[in-house]
C-alpha cells in the first residue's frame, strides 16, 4: 500500500508538472479534452515557461494560473466579439413551437445530467456578461504576472562562486568581500 501510494504521488507530481493538471482543469468535461484544446493549452502554457523559465514548482502554479487566465481571457473576449457582432442562435420555429406545447416537466425530463442551467438573459446582459468576464480574467492574468514578477524581485539573494562582492549600506557606504 505504501510503495502504491508513493506511486500515485509520483504520477500526480509528474502530471502537475507536465501542465496537464492544469490543462485539464481548463476543460473539466469529456468532449472538450480534445487534442486540439489540450494542445493548445499546452502551446500557450510552453510558450510562458520559455520566456519564464520558472525555478520550482510555486513558479510552475504560477505559470499554469497565468495560462489558465490568459486561455480564459480569450474565451471570453471571443464571447464578445460574438455576441456584440453576430445574431443570436434561435431554435428552430417548429422545435418552439413543440417545446411550447409541452409542460414543464416534460421539457425538464428532455434533459440529460448536465453541468449547469443556462441563464435566461437579454442579449445585452448576455454581452455584458462576456464583456465582464473578459475584463476579470484579463485583471486575473495580470495579477498573476505581476505575483509572478514580485516573486522573482523580492527573493533572497544568493551570490555562488565570487571572487569579489560589493555591498552598499543604507548610509551610502560601500563594504567589499572578497573571497580568498
Request: glycine share 8%; charged share 25%; proline share 3%.
Amino acid at each position: 500500500a505504501e510503495r502504491f501510494w508513493e506511486n500515485v504521488k509520483k504520477e500526480g507530481k509528474k502530471e502537475f508538472e507536465s501542465g496537464h493538471l492544469a490543462a485539464n482543469t481548463c476543460f473539466p468535461v469529456g468532449y472538450m479534452k480534445d487534442p486540439w484544446n489540450i494542445g493548445r493549452y499546452m502551446g500557450i502554457r510552453e510558450s510562458f515557461i520559455d520566456d519564464w523559465n520558472p525555478t520550482g514548482g510555486i513558479e510552475v502554479a504560477m505559470i499554469d494560473m497565468l495560462a489558465q487566465a490568459f486561455f480564459q481571457w480569450q474565451f471570453w473576449f471571443e464571447q464578445t466579439v460574438k455576441r456584440s457582432q453576430t445574431r443570436e442562435r434561435e431554435p428552430h420555429p417548429e422545435y418552439a413551437e413543440w417545446m411550447a406545447r409541452q409542460g414543464r416537466e416534460a421539457q425538464m425530463k428532455g434533459y440529460d445530467d448536465g453541468y449547469w442551467t443556462r441563464l435566461t438573459i437579454s442579449e445585452a446582459q448576455a454581452l455584458e456578461q462576456a464583456v465582464q468576464m473578459a475584463d476579470r480574467w484579463n485583471r486575473i492574468y495580470m495579477r498573476t504576472l505581476r505575483q509572478l514578477r514580485d516573486l522573482r524581485r523580492y527573493a533572497p539573494v544568493t551570490i555562488n562562486n565570487a571572487g569579489q562582492v560589493n555591498i552598499a549600506t543604507e548610509g551610502g557606504k560601500q563594504i567589499n568581500f572578497e573571497n580568498g
